[in-house]
């Protein structure tokens, strides 16, 4: 062993490899659900490291942060997905086998089946429907006490992803639907109750989607060539199959449900708003780049992915450390969006720094590094991006509410998390 390094508890030590931390804890299973969000950042902070070792129920763990660390995670040769993601997981968030399960060319050939139904034109088309689905929504709110703003987007999302994607949904099943999408999303940091009720929510959906599947290739139900129904429905992988029923549905919820989840963002930038009224002001001018910075800097500075996880494919040392094929490493998203090496005051929230900004795979991670055609980076950041600024334009531009008293802090410890309430928004008016 190298130096005693007593610190905190006495529960660090210097590993193996003498600059590698190790947290010995028996298990940090704990205080990952204690810091959340902050659970990799705080150690990579204190430490002043890119990287520890730690244990996660009863498995070593590699935490990793950085640009450097991005781009290492992001090398197929290294690292696979096969086995990395839990099964309670796969059962609640993303479903049982799905794209984000997979590797080498099967993962690429069906990658290409979610970027082909994700092109600038569809990123028009979900913002157009989705300004249209708010401005419907304008009479209603007017004569409502209160609007919960995280509740609507969840609904108007839904209905929008539905509209685009060819599935038929009828308004009285759009909440039921829209909530069962959340419970999924909220699943993802849980035990426990919201554990059980994402995974009863994800069979209540896969049973709802695989059925329209089943209506489409019988020919009881007409799919739009080129729509994400049709695209899942008579998709071929390298084999030349088609998925079963099951797997047809799973896909295309992963299309439906992060639009869903975009409601996040989208509660997020009106607490932007709200909070910094300097910004909400350049808005009202309409000006294109600073909406597009504003709608950048939301996906940045709040939190909704905390951190991702992939297996070691094959040994390798990196930064003095041992990685062993099987290990998990986890990739810090949040403190990567949050590192002072890469972001100037990175706990300010400062649209501008988007300006001068360069582009670049491994920095700016919200929805994953890399270039999304070639690993597993989000295909639908373009998608998130345009809906956000479609909605941050009718909050300002088509709009007018009050914003009382209420609770708007969020946790750093709850993971997904939220402003406690959800937004509350009154006396809502339509703007002339
Ligand atoms: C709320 C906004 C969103 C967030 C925070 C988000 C976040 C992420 C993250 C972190 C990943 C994993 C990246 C990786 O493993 O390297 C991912 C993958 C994925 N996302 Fe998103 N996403 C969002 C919106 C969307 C949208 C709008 C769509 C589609 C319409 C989408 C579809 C997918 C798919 C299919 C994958 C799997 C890609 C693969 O494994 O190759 N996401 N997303």
């Avoid at 204190?46 to 996660?56: H, N, P």
Wanted: glycine share 6%; hydrophobic share 40%; aromatic share 10%.
């Amino acid at each position: 062993m190298g130096t005693i390094d007593k610190i905190e508890r006495g529960m660090w030590y210097m590993g193996l490899k003498e600059h590698v931390k190790v947290d010995k804890n028996l298990d940090s299973a704990m205080a990952l659900s204690q810091e959340g969000y902050m659970f990799i950042k705080n150690r990579i902070d204190k430490y002043q490291t890119d990287i520890f070792e730690t244990r996660l129920l009863g498995k070593k763990v590699i935490c990793i942060s950085g640009k450097e660390a991005t781009k290492v995670f992001y090398n197929k040769d290294l690292f696979e997905k096969k086995g990395a993601l839990p099964k309670r997981v796969q059962k609640t968030l993303f479903g049982v086998d799905a794209i984000q399960t997979m590797d080498g060319q099967e993962h690429m050939h069906r990658k290409q089946l979610f970027m082909s139904i994700m092109t600038p034109l569809d990123e028009k088309q979900l913002a157009k429907l989705v300004s249209k689905n708010w401005e419907a929504c304008i009479d209603k709110w007017e004569t409502a006490d209160e609007v919960v703003l995280f509740q609507e987007a969840k609904e108007v999302l839904c209905k929008t992803a539905c509209q685009w994607a060819g599935v038929p949904l009828i308004e009285s099943d759009v909440k039921d639907r829209a909530d069962d999408f959340d419970l999924m999303i909220d699943a993802f940091g849980a035990v426990g109750p919201r554990h059980w009720k994402g995974r009863i929510a994800r069979n209540k959906a896969e049973k709802w989607i695989s059925d329209i599947i089943k209506d489409v290739r019988s020919g009881r139900l007409k799919a739009e060539k080129g729509s994400a129904l049709y695209s899942m429905a008579f998709y071929k992988d390298t084999q030349g199959s088609e998925f079963s029923d099951e797997m047809a549905a799973i896909e295309l919820i992963n299309v439906i449900r992060p639009i869903v989840a975009i409601s996040t963002f989208i509660t997020f930038a009106a607490l932007a708003l709200y909070k910094y009224p300097e910004c909400r002001n350049k808005l009202l001018t309409k000006d294109s780049n600073y909406l597009e910075m504003f709608a950048q800097e939301v996906r940045r500075y709040y939190p909704f992915a905390p951190f991702l996880g992939a297996k070691v494919r094959k040994d390798f040392i990196w930064k003095e450390c041992e990685f062993k094929e099987g290990m998990i490493v986890l990739l810090d998203v949040y403190g990567i969006n949050h590192d002072s090496r890469i972001w100037d005051k990175p706990f300010d929230f400062l649209p501008e720094r988007f300006k001068e900004r360069e582009d670049n795979l491994y920095d700016f991670i919200p929805q994953g590094g890399g270039n999304p055609s070639k690993g597993h980076r989000c295909p639908g950041e373009g998608i998130t991006v345009e809906i956000m600024k479609a909605t941050i334009d009718f909050l300002v531009n088509k709009i007018e509410f009050e914003v009382q008293n209420q609770d708007l802090s969020y946790s750093l410890v709850k993971m997904p998390t939220l402003p406690v309430s959800g937004f509350v928004i009154n006396n809502i008016k339509r703007k002339s």
